[in-house]
């Protein structure tokens, strides 16, 4: 079942169960000015398939700057961060404050044990803004922009059946819709007298998209569709726009079919309309290189020839400690996701005109 489906299928349960689950944490220092909303889309490497552990790994980062960002998330050097000062729905099952278990979850209802780009996007955010925050959160893997998140204006395929296109896009607009609607319910603490504003949208897709050379071919058309009916349905014409270029397996795999996909994220740099508003970022330069090295051996790195040079004990170790999954979900490496959500977080902020 598809998420547009179970999250209209929770919503009568969440609606009861809103006042006793989704309080806003006691104690919290609640943050004044109207509500920041964020909405972050996509498909499974929004959701996140970094287990926790393999954050630790950022503090080993060559970049001094970098390393230090674990003592950020790990301020006692053994416990995650949370904050009160962050809210986050997630595809309409979780509705808490900002932390760790936010990521891909086996059972949608219940915090699991990995993170995507939401958790230091929020943490960010946070950090440079003067009022509440709240994310909601709408993926699933497997999708496509050019049959599941379709946007209307895209229009249909040429003998397609409505109801199998844009089921994903409906569950966005219906479960941001429904969060709005139910913001006291859901968090009781908001200020319904100071409001709330759609500020930005992040979007981080593409990889189902590789393997239909018509969704390839459309991504660039289809993506400037998608933000142009997102501002219009919420009526957020000046909703500030971050895409993630895609970037598995790293900068050397600028060939093929991804490099269409990339080219039709890079697309909106290109859109006169989007200039200052909309902005696609390189995700592929934030992967470890040793990790691509020596995950790419052979193909992507030649230099590396693993009959001749085979992984060595230490390395090993290494990779144990910074991956969790396979290429096409970033290594589940911690270490890049947050690096991801930062720096979603500042260009959303330099799209913002937030003063550093």
Not at 171 to 199: M, W
Not at 222 to 248: Q, S, T, W, Y
């Amino acid at each position: 079942m598809r998420i547009g489906k179970k999250i209209a299928n929770r919503s009568v349960l969440l609606a009861a169960l809103a006042a006793l689950i989704l309080a806003c944490p006691a104690g919290a220092a609640q943050k004044k000015g109207p509500l920041k909303v964020f909405l972050l889309a996509g498909q499974s490497n929004m959701e996140g398939h970094a287990e926790l552990r393999t954050i630790d790994f950022l503090g080993e980062d060559p970049d001094k700057d970098r390393a230090a960002l674990l003592k950020k998330f790990k301020p006692d050097g053994k416990t995650l961060v949370t904050r009160d000062d962050v809210w986050v729905v997630s595809n309409g099952a979780v509705f808490d404050k900002l932390q760790p278990g936010l990521g891909a979850r086996r059972d949608a209802e219940t915090l699991g044990n990995k993170i995507g780009p939401e958790y230091a996007f929020g943490y960010f955010m946070a950090e440079a803004l003067d009022q509440q925050i709240l994310l909601i959160k709408v993926a699933e893997g497997g999708t496509s922009l050019y049959q599941n998140w379709r946007p209307p204006s895209a229009g249909m395929p040429a003998g397609a059946k409505p109801e199998e296109f844009g089921d994903l896009y409906r569950a966005l607009v219906d479960n941001t819709h429904q969060t709005l609607k139910d913001l006291k319910k859901r968090f009781s603490n908001y200020d319904e007298k100071a409001g709330y504003e759609i500020c930005g949208f992040v979007w981080f897709q593409g990889y189902n998209d590789m393997f239909d050379e018509t969704a390839r071919k459309e991504y660039g058309k289809n993506l400037v569709c998608l933000i142009k009916d997102l501002r219009k349905e919420f009526k957020a014409p000046e909703m500030k726009v971050v895409v993630g270029v895609m970037g598995v397996n790293g900068p050397r795999n600028e060939i093929g079919k991804q490099k269409e996909v990339r080219d039709g994220h890079r697309f909106v740099n290109t859109v006169p309309e989007f200039k200052g508003n909309v902005k696609a970022i390189e995700t592929a330069p934030l992967l470890h290189p040793k990790v691509l090295e020596l995950n790419c051996a052979g193909w992507l790195y030649p230099e590396r020839d693993l009959t001749k040079n085979p992984i060595t004990p230490e390395e090993q170790a290494m990779l144990n400690r910074a991956t969790s999954n396979l290429g096409y979900h970033y290594f589940g490496e911690g270490r890049f996701f947050i690096l991801l959500g930062k720096a979603f977080a500042e260009t959303m902020q330099e799209l913002m005109g937030v003063k550093k």
